[in-house]
């Protein structure tokens, strides 16, 4: 997102469907948590921390948009000096998203939905695969290709959370994240069936981006039901109301409304 060269800049056509796909990633982000709002599962009388994890991923939302619309507009050089702004922006959202996911997971106020133990693997390597695919965007932000498709992926891996709140995880127990990460796939899908229609092949960065994915759903599996992850659901509960949840044990649904956003 740090820079784009217009001379590798791919077809009208492309430009257009990462565009969309922004506007579109956007809406549902957008969409999940105002709804959350809207029904009274949501409060602005939330820790400051939670605010400053809302302002900064939904400031990465707004940025990545931004970025995609210059680029339509033709304004390089305003997304060049964005670009790097949002580089910087990833570090402290990185932070915090490992942040709050250790305070809730310790407060034991995971959604009932997700096993604690998985809840906390996936929302790190989650966050961790999105760097990843960003940094590698950035390398190759010079190969505009790569760049955009790259920075689309790691965008997608964002979309979980909203999905979370837009589709019926409490009826898809126990596979609620499983179903979560499926939603995510199908905007790397859309690219590569984008690629086919527009030029008849599929960009190897697509392959890149979508292997990336699936290597956080697999590590996740593999660490949550691993004794490594035992240990370090041990040692972030240790002391805290957390460690005396069930590590693979869904919590019971709560008594009262189902309020998001407490820890």
């Known amino acids: 997102m740090a820079t784009i060269s217009r001379p590798h800049a791919t077809s009208i056509?492309?430009?257009?469907?990462?565009?969309?796909?922004?506007?579109?990633?956007?809406?549902?982000?957008?969409?999940?948590?105002?709804?959350?709002?809207?029904?009274?599962?949501?409060?602005?009388?939330?820790?400051?921390?939670?605010?400053?994890?809302?302002?900064?991923?939904?400031?990465?939302?707004?940025?990545?948009?931004?970025?995609?619309?210059?680029?339509?507009?033709?304004?390089?050089?305003?997304?060049?000096?964005?670009?790097?702004?949002?580089?910087?922006w990833m570090v402290p959202m990185v932070v915090s998203g490992f942040l709050v996911t250790a305070i809730m997971v310790r407060a034991g106020?995971?959604?009932?939905?997700?096993?604690?133990?998985q809840f906390l693997v996936f929302d790190p390597l989650t966050v961790t695969g999105f760097a990843g695919l960003t940094i590698a965007a950035v390398v190759l932000r010079r190969r505009t290709d790569w760049h955009r498709r790259l920075h689309f992926c790691g965008m997608t891996l964002l979309l979980a959370p909203a999905f979370g709140r837009l589709l019926p995880l409490p009826l898809m127990q126990p596979w609620a994240w499983e179903a979560t990460f499926v939603a995510t796939l199908l905007f790397p899908l859309a690219g590569i069936w984008a690629d086919l229609r527009r030029s008849g092949q599929v960009h190897r960065a697509w392959a890149w981006g979508v292997a990336t994915m699936a290597g956080v759903f697999g590590l996740t599996q593999a660490i949550a039901y691993g004794p490594a992850g035992t240990a370090l659901y041990d040692a972030v509960t240790k002391g805290a109301p957390g460690a005396k949840v069930a590590p693979l044990e869904y919590p019971p649904p709560p008594a009262g409304p189902l309020m998001t956003g407490r820890s």
């Open 109 to 117: 106020t995971v959604p009932f939905f997700f096993q604690p133990l």
């Open 13 to 88: 056509g492309d430009e257009r469907f990462f565009v969309r796909g922004a506007i579109v990633m956007a809406a549902i982000i957008a969409i999940g948590f105002s709804t959350q709002l809207a029904m009274g599962r949501s409060t602005f009388a939330s820790p400051a921390r939670v605010h400053i994890h809302a302002i900064l991923f939904m400031g990465w939302v707004a940025i990545y948009l931004t970025q995609n619309l210059l680029v339509a507009f033709d304004r390089v050089d305003l997304h060049r000096r964005l670009g790097w702004v949002a580089a910087a």
